[in-house]
């Protein structure tokens, strides 16, 4: 009304200021229900929750003895053939994440078994795949038209949409370690797979056994060879070949204080990881070596291929031998203690995150 002063007119209920301020609690539960009901919510109830100080992770660290696995995985042979199956596998689920198919929160893992005689038919997905021999010898895994036949410790890459098939025409059955991306492309909706028809069971194969690592891995290229390639065009990195790396490294005290005489996966194009989403390390502990603690945001999937001994994550101390296979969950402090000389395999979704820009390391200094 005329000759009122500003103090008295009435304040807005829609000026976007802080209103009356006896019963706050009331007005803001009000207000947070009248939102909620337009698909909305206060970031400020929430931002130490989604915006942390530190990585926090649902995963904890286990390990999978593989005298207990393979028992099982050997009698599932007698439910289910690999043809019935698509893929046999029993799936390391971390014990924190039961029912989710996972084994960190980007990353599956399974045994795979297939046995004298049986064929896996052909198929394709977008999500990419690793295999790291556990057991047998004569069984082959066929990847873009090079059937590549593996042996203990041989790591071989699927990329995403390769059509790959496998089958086993040893007299023995043949276990892996199968390690995939598919919790990382389910995050973001982007999963394709392709099944062949009954009568393509089995790709055609053009190549030889070990001719992706004569051609690309020898410090030759082939003609024309694309130079942008964001994978290994190697099917199988064999054991054979890198284990005595290690020992050079060792030999010349390439020893590092965390992770040992250790090697790491590359794509002889560019020098880059094998694949986009994941990177594959393999490390020798020399007798007496103590491992110094370390953390890194990549959750890591790791197997013992010779020797044993024990990591310590956090306050938890994992024991492992031959062929077992353990995770170290991200960020968690850990330091490797073999009890003898030993060599791990280790597997983590380290490149998706290097090229998201996110990933990090923490070490102890020198």
Not at 172 to 179: E, G, N, Q, S
Not at 209 to 234: H, K
Not at 269 to 290: D, E, Q, S
Not at 295 to 301: K, L, N, V
Request: contains cysteine.
């Amino acid at each position: 009304m005329p000759g009122a002063t500003t103090a008295e007119q009435p304040a807005s209920k829609n000026n976007g200021g802080p209103g009356p301020t006896h019963n706050i609690d009331a007005v803001r539960e009000e207000f947070y229900a009248r939102i909620s009901k337009r698909d909305m919510a206060p970031l400020w109830k929430v931002m130490s929750s989604v915006v942390t100080k530190e990585p926090k992770t649902r995963c904890v660290p286990h390990v999978w003895h593989y005298d207990d696995v393979k028992a099982l995985v050997m009698e599932s042979g007698g439910i289910i053939s690999a043809e019935e199956a698509l893929r046999r596998v029993l799936i390391l689920e971390n014990p924190a994440l039961r029912g989710e198919s996972k084994a960190t929160n980007t990353l599956f893992a399974g045994i795979q078994m297939i046995l004298p005689g049986e064929v896996a038919p052909a198929h394709r997905h977008v999500s990419s795949a690793i295999r790291f021999v556990l057991d047998g010898e004569g069984a082959y895994t066929a990847v873009e038209g090079e059937k590549a036949f593996m042996s203990p410790g041989d790591f071989v890459i699927t990329a995403n949409w390769a059509p790959h098939d496998h089958g086993n025409p040893s007299k023995k059955p043949m276990l892996w370690l199968d390690v995939l991306d598919f919790p990382a492309v389910n995050f973001f909706e982007a999963s394709f797979a392709d099944y062949f028809d009954d009568k393509e069971k089995m790709q055609n194969t053009t190549r030889h056994d070990g001719d992706s690592l004569a051609f690309y891995g020898s410090g030759v290229l082939p003609d024309g060879a694309p130079v942008t390639l964001n994978r290994s065009p190697v099917i199988n990195y064999t054991y054979a070949r890198t284990r005595p790396i290690l020992d050079r490294l060792k030999k010349a005290g390439e020893v590092d204080r965390s992770h040992g005489a250790r090697v790491r996966y590359a794509n002889p194009i560019n020098g880059g990881p094998v694949l986009p989403t994941m990177g594959a390390n393999l490390a020798l502990f020399p007798k007496g070596f103590t491992g110094e603690p370390y953390r890194a945001t990549d959750g890591t999937i790791l197997v013992c291929t010779e020797g044993g001994g024990s990591t310590k994550v956090g306050d938890q101390v994992l024991e492992w031998g031959v062929n077992d296979v353990f995770v170290v969950p991200p960020w968690k402090t850990y330091s490797h203690h073999p009890s003898k000389e030993s060599v791990l395999f280790s597997i983590s979704d380290r490149p998706a995150q290097e090229a998201l820009g996110i990933w990090r390391e923490d070490r102890k200094p020198a």
